[in-house]
């Protein structure tokens, strides 16, 4: 699959991987009026290299040997060794989600309570582990969008309470991985289409150290595992899995992958802000 770009338009290497070039859209701009530019993309990867932040992303950081800035809009980065699909690295880590410069060098506790970023919505009120307000950010690149004027995101652990809310109009988007509520969603009357996800839940040992670093200690772990009962107990239903990868490979030891599926209703809106739009009820199966 293709890398597809929205802020960039490109990241190429033309000598196997061993340097890329990034080049962003002009004139991008942080909501707090900081230039996204190449020196904004460059000071977020050097800062995640250093390991004293703590970062879980600093394992890609450091395949980066330096950055360099070419001009406001290319960044030129140069890999301690050749890796051809370090795009695809890229993508998968946090090494593209960019912060402002600004408000990063104002520590981490004051950006943990207001982090700025340059896409669609800024966060406007956060009240933690019950609701985060957004409202449309003015000067998103990719205009006329974002559509909507703002979005509440409320935490609901009960899946019974997440659709109640969606059943009686208390929420336009849930989302969800039981079946077993998607069914009941569906009695209820609420349209839905199912979409699988690309990836799945991981288990990761490090072989660097005592015990992992002995195969038969993978291969106990891995063998007295019922992968097929974890979906159940995650997922609440039987799902086929993915067999165990190799005891050899470097970090991660297995995975398993469930299907998974997407709720959604449909009613008078598609992105032009009527009451009752879109309701949705994805799943929770993540990507690794």
Request: charge should be positive.
């Amino acid at each position: 699959m293709d890398t597809q770009y929205k802020m960039a338009t490109g990241f190429a290497t033309a000598d196997g991987g061993k340097t890329f070039e990034l080049t962003l859209r002009p004139g991008l701009m942080f909501t707090d009026g900081t230039p996204l530019d190449s020196s904004a993309v460059k000071f977020n990867w050097d800062r995640l290299k250093d390991r004293a932040l703590g970062s879980n992303n600093t394992r890609y950081a450091v395949l980066v040997e330096n950055t360099e800035v070419v001009s406001p809009t290319v960044m030129r980065a140069t890999l301690v060794s050749p890796n051809p699909q370090f795009a695809e690295t890229l993508v998968a880590s946090s090494m593209n989600w960019i912060a402002s410069p600004t408000a990063l060098q104002k520590g981490a506790e004051s950006y943990g309570d207001n982090p700025v970023g340059a896409g669609p919505f800024k966060l406007t009120k956060w009240t933690r582990q019950a609701e985060i307000e957004l409202e449309k950010n003015p000067g998103y690149w990719d205009a006329p969008k974002p559509y909507l004027d703002g979005l509440t995101i409320r935490t609901v652990h009960d899946a019974a309470q997440r659709l109640n809310a969606i059943s009686t109009g208390g929420a336009d988007l849930a989302s969800e991985s039981s079946m077993g509520t998607i069914t009941e969603a569906n009695s209820r009357g609420l349209h839905y289409e199912i979409v699988p996800t690309g990836g799945g839940q991981i288990v990761a040992m490090n072989h660097k150290r005592p015990p992992f670093d002995d195969v038969r200690a993978r291969r106990a772990v891995q063998m007295a595992l019922d992968t097929e009962e974890l979906n159940t107990i995650v997922f609440g239903e039987r799902t086929r899995c993915r067999r165990p990868s190799s005891t050899r490979s470097r970090r991660i030891t297995w995975t398993y992958r469930c299907r998974t599926r997407t709720v959604r209703k449909l009613s008078a809106c598609s992105m032009s802000l009527q009451p009752r739009a879109n309701r949705f009820l994805p799943p929770s199966c993540r990507t690794p």
